[in-house]
């Protein structure tokens, strides 16, 4: 399916909503701490978004009844907020917020570790966040979508661990979730041109053990299957003639 690029309007809106975005991601680092829940934390990014005069763009889709996904240790993504779910010393938590601004979304997560952690965990932490930057390297209008799975699958398993392959990133704009999909490793069936223009979210979800999810009971949030750590990041990009733009930097 060919991506449509958006126009210079268009850019200019997701823009404003992505500037939210990562002022939401920055307040809620003020926030998170040992001992606090993750229902204080979807509290907390509720009001700032709603104060900011935008909507989060999570709450009452596919029903999901929360503004934040908060996603601790072997959760992979979509971690519900839940009476009782603590931060606790040493969990790696994910933080992943959207915002719906000006008829526009926009999306992006980051992953910390809380407390003390150790060199197991920081290692985790920094593949992923440095597979993302890897695989935006070079990315501009004519590259291929498997560009980026490429760049991602390999720096992750040099790196001794798993990308998730049930989920993916994807395209953004007027709808949370647009074509196309981006997956964290190489498919032919994902490989579109990428226009100037055209505006995705790339995510690579990591997994210290393999890379199998299971889908929690709660119906939401998403485990690794065997128990073991897993590791988030994502950003909101807008591709140019010559590059890339990270709207949630």
Same mark, same amino acid.
């Given at each position: 399916m060919r991506i449509i690029p958006k126009s210079a309007d268009e850019i200019k809106k997701i823009k !404003?909503?992505? !500037? /939210?975005? #990562? %002022?939401? +991601?920055?307040?809620?680092? &003020?926030?998170l701490c040992v001992g606090i829940s993750s229902l204080d934390l979807d509290k907390i990014a509720h009001d700032y978004i709603v104060k900011r005069g935008a909507k989060p763009a999570f709450l009452g889709y596919g029903g999901?009844? !929360?503004? +934040?996904?908060? %996603?601790i240790n072997d959760e992979v993504v979509h971690g519900l907020p839940k009476e009782g779910k603590v931060v606790r010393c040493g969990d790696v938590v994910a933080l992943?917020? =959207?915002v719906y601004y000006n008829g526009y979304n926009?999306? !992006? =997560?980051?992953?910390? /570790? *809380?407390g003390r952690g150790n060199e197991h965990? $920081? #290692?985790?932490?920094d593949t992923t966040k440095n597979s993302l930057y890897v695989g935006l390297k070079n990315i501009k209008a004519g590259s291929r979508v498997g560009d980026i799975s490429k760049a991602i $699958? #390999?720096?992750v398993e040099a790196g001794g661990y798993s990308v998730v392959r049930d989920l993916t990133g994807h395209g953004i704009g007027k709808k949370l979730h647009e074509e196309p999909s981006i997956p964290n490793f190489f498919h032919p069936r994902y490989n579109q041109i990428l226009p100037a223009g055209a505006t995705i979210c *790339? &995510?690579?979800m990591v997994n210290a053990g393999k890379y199998h999810v299971v889908l929690d009971i709660? =119906?939401?949030?998403? #485990?690794?299957k065997d128990g073991s750590l897993s590791a988030f990041y994502e950003h909101c990009i807008v591709i140019l003639s010559d590059g890339i733009e990270i709207l949630t930097s």
């Open positions: !404003a909503s992505s !500037a /939210i975005v #990562k %002022s939401v +991601l920055d307040h809620l680092e &003020e926030y999901f009844p !929360a503004s +934040l996904c908060v %996603s992943d917020v =959207g926009s999306d !992006a =997560g980051r992953t910390y /570790i *809380v965990k $920081q #290692k985790l932490v $699958q #390999k720096t *790339v &995510e690579p709660d =119906g939401f949030t998403y #485990k690794s």
